[in-house]
């Protein structure tokens, strides 16, 4: 069974172009989640997809910011004019939601996609 | 909001347990106690979790005061590829896990 995936695994831009990050969740994950993390500093929650629910975006810092997820599979985050600032590694998570039981819900990781903007 | 609190760095002999502590003192009754490690590079690993009573499983042990206002991920042996950023974080509204800068725990041969 694999994990989670991220591609690409590096990605340079150039400031003011825009970037697509994806994520392929474990299969049969209901639940994905985008995090950023700067250099140096912990995880910072982006956006939050569970089932057919309306996202959680309340973690994204900017209106050039978004995911997209079809169904229960795979995850888009875009970027849109990138900004020196946006330079950080991407981590995506999923996780099985068990109804009633969310609160003791583990997340997985993927690699992450390491953003460098010029 | 709950928060927590850790060191920012510790060391660990080789072979020795590293005892890593964490305080979540305005933690809420139905949050729970989660810990990760992130090594270098990798996106972060799960490690166990708890609510109230210990835990242990083959990764580490867990042991929650019994306020749960603080708690200590204990890694019984460590070694030399335990050398990680170990996050302790407490489960917030919703489904949401907010990650602190963690204790930078290194292991020494």
């Known amino acids: 069974g694999a994990g989670v995936s991220q591609s690409p695994s590096n990605k340079v831009t150039e400031k003011g172009k825009d970037v697509e990050l994806r994520c392929d969740p474990i299969s049969g994950h209901t639940a994905l989640y985008w995090y950023r993390q700067r250099l140096g500093q912990g995880l910072e929650f982006l956006i939050y997809f569970q089932g057919n629910s309306a996202p959680d975006k309340s973690g994204l810092p900017s209106d050039r910011f978004s995911a997209e997820r079809t169904g229960e599979s795979v995850s888009t985050l875009t970027i849109q004019r990138t900004q020196q600032e946006d330079s950080a590694v991407y981590l995506c998570a999923s996780s099985l939601v068990v109804l009633g039981s969310w609160l003791s819900e583990t997340q997985y990781f993927g690699p992450g996609t390491r953003l460098l903007v010029l | 909001d709950a928060k927590t609190t850790q060191p920012p760095s510790m060391d660990c002999a080789e072979g020795r347990a590293a005892n890593l502590p964490c305080n979540h003192s305005t933690i809420s009754g139905n949050e729970y106690v989660y810990w990760y490690r992130q090594i270098h590079s990798q996106g972060p690993q799960y490690i166990i979790h708890?609510?109230?009573n210990n835990e242990t499983n083959e990764m580490a042990s867990l042991i929650i005061t019994e306020d749960r206002k603080s708690s200590t991920l204990i890694l019984p042996h460590a070694t030399l590829r335990d050398t990680a950023v170990y996050y302790c974080?407490?489960?917030?509204?919703?489904?949401?896990?907010?990650f602190g800068t963690g204790t930078s725990l290194t292991v020494i041969p």
């Open positions: 708890g609510l109230k």
């Open positions: 974080i407490v489960r917030k509204y919703g489904n949401q896990f907010y």
